[in-house]
């Protein structure tokens, strides 16, 4: 999980010569089981670090503007919710919020959507 958050991180593709879209291009694949990594019932069979990781990748994958609307028809809006309310998880609740900006940048449909689930 460690090294897909390294690979999704923007600013690791930019020096490098591997294309980003060809890298991109195949992490649709991966966000449901992302999501199912980030649940509440995954989170007590996952240790916290790899949870952190997962939602590490999550919102890196926000950045992403062809993959927003697949995370959230995933049900990505409702474990970060989850994750933003979750106390226990002081960094997890950091890297929510973080997804949840990058998803609703540029979005203003979105943004009374995620405020009307905050509620």
């Not at 649940?39 to 503007?65: I, K, M, W």
């Amino acid at each position: 999980m460690k090294t897909l958050c390294e690979v999704t991180e923007c600013a690791s593709l930019e020096g490098q010569h591997v294309k980003k879209d060809r890298i991109d291009a195949s992490f649709h694949i991966h966000v449901p089981y992302l999501i199912q990594c980030c649940s509440r019932q995954a989170d007590r069979a996952q240790p916290q670090t790899f949870l952190n990781y997962a939602l590490q990748v999550l919102c890196n994958l926000c950045n992403r503007d062809y993959l927003k609307h697949y995370i959230t028809y995933n049900k990505g809006l409702d474990v970060l919710v989850d994750a933003v309310k979750d106390t226990s998880n002081v960094n997890g609740m950091r890297t929510a919020t973080q997804a949840l900006t990058n998803l609703a940048s540029g979005d203003e449909e979105f943004k009374v959507k995620l405020m009307t689930t905050l509620r």
